[in-house]
């Protein structure tokens, strides 16, 4: 038995398919019998959970939704409901993501009255929890902090470039924002309303990539026991954010190219292509113009994905902005500890306006974290610092000429060849000499980083250490 | 090595939340075949409930949706978790022992206005 596919008649001259007008609602919809049990979902609802209608079909909604409320408080715990109820609640998706939903649960009534079924809607808040806790910060644009004439001449682009439909191609160090840029141009473009999905080419081998990307059918390779839809599917009516796309495959490439062209994608083992309505945000560290020289990405890509350009500056470059980030992620990081802490000391204040942030904006922000998490008093001191910022002997970066970001190809700028040692390398040191201190006991080498046990075992396992 | 089996559960099932479960089973495989289990009251917190396995020395997970956090945390200490399973939890145990449970498997009875329906 297939999942139900009725047509509508009598709305217009000609029979309607509900499958076909529903798909085009922006709103995660369900239909559910009066067991709350799965009858049909949107395209809308499958973006949000991960679940495809067959997948759903028949079962029990708290299997699919999985929220909150399903466990603690459904609707309908106490017997039938007879209005809509809306809640604010949390699910968590196939990806294991906790996202925050509003979740609403109304009847539908036979014309006697009586109740045949359920419509359930989830309304997806995180643009909404996002826009509420970035309202108050000045000098920003949803959620991007800077005051630096780069900054600025940014926050007029963006706008512009978001209510484009335009190809988008981010390049930058990393650690600059790039993630950050992307969502802000979606939330602020036309497509705000649909769903915004990401994925990171670099972290799937080839053949999982092109599935997750276009999807597959039923039986395209052995384990396709149903098909999938694929990200670019999911992202109909929305945005699609590949990051990392220097890390495409060759003949992948090749796919998002017909894709940009024509629009139309073919799952694995499909010969029916899908006409996706999708804008297509790229985002690169690495020099594109340096690996179409290389022959490693194609030329013609790079064009189709350079129509619009925005290159993020390095921490070095934007004078001024290091002051308002630091102030920015203290406060942050102190209402997330619960610590009575001020601000910085004027010497620390000048330790880290003269050090040169090669991880950019996240360097920055995890220095905060680390400063915020040793203070002690209600000022961060230099002894807050991590340690490694006390040698070598500070670069004044900052007044120092910088160069220009490129404006039509993305070259990042070259390390310095005297920097022997990286945020990384100095974490992973600070990390065993806790560990030693601690003689092997994590939860004590945790407090003395100043860390909670599960931040300890994530960057333990970031760098492979094991005990 | 002793199999310890941790499922968290609501009434008879596994519980589509591992963050909210407020019981689960333990289930332990003895050398001679034969099977334990006792039933836990969790302190519904994600964080508690991992701590819990770690105590119990728990080898393997069958739970429902749990967060990509928990998840990489479990896997790093070396325990088997087959997350996103629905349905009755002694079919997910039995399909466990059988080495026939998958991740994401949905074992629960589809239907759809109390007529069973197959998947599609």
Known sequence: MSVPSPAIAHLLSKELSFDQLMDEVPLAMAVLDKDLHVVWLNRAFEALTGFSRSEAYGVPC??????RTCVEHCPTHKGTISAPTPCESDIINRDRVRLPVKLTLAPLTDPNGTITGYVETIEDLRAVKELDSKKSHAFSFEGIIGRSEKMEKLFQTLPILAQSDASILIT????????VVAEAIHQTSSRAGGPFIKINCGALPETLLESELFGH????????VESKPGRFRMAHNGTLFLTEVGDLPLPL????????????????GDTRPFRANVRVIAATHRNLSQMVADGTFRQDLLFRLNVARIHLPPLRERKGDIRILLDHFLEIYRKQLGKRITGFSQETLTTLSHYRFTGNVRELRNIVEFAASMATETTISVEDLPAYLMDPPPVAALDAPTTDAPTTAGHPPTPE???SRTWATTEREMILEALKDARGKRQQAAERLGWGRSTLWRKMKHYGINT | MLKKILIPIAADEVACRFDLAGEARIVICLK????????????????KLCHLILMENITCVICGAIEEEYYQFLSWKKITLIDGVAGPWETALNRHLQGAL?????LCDRSVEGRHVDHP
Not at chain 1, 255 to 268: A, G, H, R, V, W
Not at chain 2, 32 to 47: C, F, H, I, Q
């Open chain 2, 102 to 106: 998958s991740p994401g498997e949905i």
């Open chain 2, 32 to 47: 001679s075949g034969e099977m334990e289990g006792k039933t836990v009251v969790l302190p519904r917190a994600a964080e």
């Open chain 1, 62 to 67: 708290r299997h699919i939704v999985r929220s």
């Open chain 1, 253 to 268: 490439q090749v796919k998002l190219l017909t894709f940009l062209d024509d629009q139309e994608i073919y799952p694995l």
């Open chain 1, 417 to 419: 060849p005297s920097q």
């Open chain 1, 217 to 224: 059918a039923k039986g395209a390779f052995t384990g396709a």
């Open chain 1, 172 to 179: 930058g160090e990393t650690g600059t924002g790039k993630d």
